[in-house]
T-cell receptor, first 117, second 114 residues
């Protein structure tokens, strides 16, 4: 597609439910990133996929959070047993990959606004 | 742990003014630094990327400088316009196994009024 696509754009869920957030990166981009933006914490890194390498999960806040990237393209971020503090905007980005200025630039989707009641 | 700070938190200027946004980072061992713009309810748009070996980058009315040794970057906006109103975010990446992971500042909310 022309840009990074995220769905849904808004998600309201009840505390304790599981949610799945989807990200479609720009075609041909080998790197994919998830970030979380909340009022109190600003923008925080969650997880990073690069090609077929093992993902960098160092930013995931707890074991309730997980992410997959299937076929080197679409990614799903799953939050189990959601808590109210999980309410935030979840942003996905993609880039061409490693090496060189152009390959470093990350292109962001519009985000999924998650509200946990 | 890398920390990124942006000053000021908010800025309101009349149209036409030149302005400077500041960004500082605690660990000078960065791979690159990016400036982003975020409009309300939207994702981030990359404005400029400066590699650690570079001193500045320019795009139109925007100029970003980098002083890696002092841990500082500035974004200069010339002849500001109401359409420049947005939140501006500074972010750094480090190399090695953390490559690609952006650490963001809290942002500067810019309002340019006619």
């Amino acid at each position: 597609g022309a840009g990074v696509s995220q769905s849904p754009s808004n998600k309201v869920t009840e505390k304790g439910k599981d949610v799945e957030l989807r990200c479609d990166p720009i075609s041909g981009h080998t790197a994919l990133y998830w970030y979380r933006q909340s009022l109190g914490q600003g923008l925080e890194f969650l997880i990073y996929f690069q090609g077929n390498s093992a993902p960098d999960k160092s930013g995931l806040p707890s074991d309730r959070f997980s992410a997959e990237r299937t076929g080197g393209s679409v990614s799903t971020l799953t939050i189990q047993r959601t808590q109210q503090e999980d309410s935030a905007v979840y942003l996905c980005a993609s880039s061409l990959g490693l090496g060189g200025v152009a390959k470093n630039i990350q292109y962001f989707g519009a985000g999924t606004r998650l509200s946990v009641l | 742990k890398q920390e990124v700070t942006q000053i000021p938190a908010a800025l309101s200027v009349p149209e036409g003014e030149n302005l400077v946004l500041n960004c500082s980072f605690t660990d000078s061992a960065i791979y690159n630094l990016q400036w982003f713009r975020q409009d309300p309810g939207k994702g981030l748009t990359s404005l400029l990327l400066i590699q650690s070996s570079q001193r500045e980058q320019t795009s139109g009315r925007l100029n970003a400088s980098l002083d890696k040794s002092s841990g500082r970057s500035t974004l200069y906006i010339a002849a500001s316009q109401p359409g420049d109103s947005a939140t501006y975010l500074c972010a750094v990446t480090v190399g090695g196994t953390s490559y690609g992971k952006l650490t963001f500042g809290q942002g500067t909310i810019l309002t340019v009024h006619p």
